[in-house]
């Protein structure tokens, strides 16, 4: 895997790359194969910023860290970097534990049914055959049973597992400042919020979150 460095008015060590390389080997141990990785310090004022961009097959991680030293911002920016892969992970787990419908519960739901109308498909042979001989065609029930009409059995799988919500705070959740609809796509991306409400330059009131297949979804508020 290759790594992308970009340094804009500033300079980056060895000690630095070879850093970031180990720590972006952590995460690929968490996401899976990581097929592009790219790394932007800069410096702002007093700040070191570093800024993080990988791609795997199946998602996208974005993430920034901001110190007064280069060594403290990447650090940062890894460990946002690597938070965002384990919640990816853990929602893909999540997925695949759900409860599906197994086969073979079909097969038995299906059997009782099956049984009875061979059943009654033998016992109405038998009467036709009676009746042609001139005797009075029996009823027919189904083997082994003394009832008067054939019993259906179906049986059900049970009842999904339901997952916890996930509540957060107003101080999490809510956007101090307005914004514009590509802010507020970075700083979800940025801050690692799965929920974010803001309003825009406007006035008008959105809702941000992130879908179970980790898409960022817009809902406009009427």
């Known amino acids: ?79 946002h970097a690597e938070l965002q892969a384990q919640r990816f992970r853990d929602r893909v787990r999540t997925q695949k534990r759900l409860p599906k419908a197994s086969p073979a519960t079909e097969v038995e739901a299906r059997a009782p049914r099956k049984a009875s109308r061979v059943a009654l ?49 107003a101080a999490e959740a809510v956007a101090i400042r307005p914004m514009t609809i590509e802010e507020a796509v970075k700083e979800a991306e940025y801050r690692d919020k799965d929920l974010l409400i803001f309003r825009s330059i406007a006035g008008e009131l959105f809702v941000l979150h992130r879908r179970r297949d980790g898409k960022m979804e817009l809902v406009e508020v009427p």
């Open 1 to 79: 895997m290759e790594i992308e460095f970009t340094a804009r008015q500033v300079k980056v060590s060895k000690g630095l790359k070879s850093g970031a390389a180990d720590g972006i080997g952590r995460i690929a141990l968490v996401l899976g194969r990581i097929t592009s990785a790219a790394l932007t310090f800069r410096a702002e004022r007093h700040l070191q910023i570093v800024e993080i961009s990988l791609q795997s097959r199946h998602h996208t991680i974005v993430a920034k860290g901001e110190s007064a030293s280069q060594e403290s911002a990447l650090r940062e920016a890894l460990a």
């Open 121 to 169: 498909d033998t016992a109405a042979d038998a009467g036709e055959l009676a009746g042609r001989n001139g005797h009075a065609a029996p009823i027919a029930r189904p083997p082994g049973k003394r009832t008067k009409a054939a019993i259906t059995v179906h049986s059900f799988p049970g009842n999904a597992a339901v997952i916890e919500p996930h509540i957060l705070s």
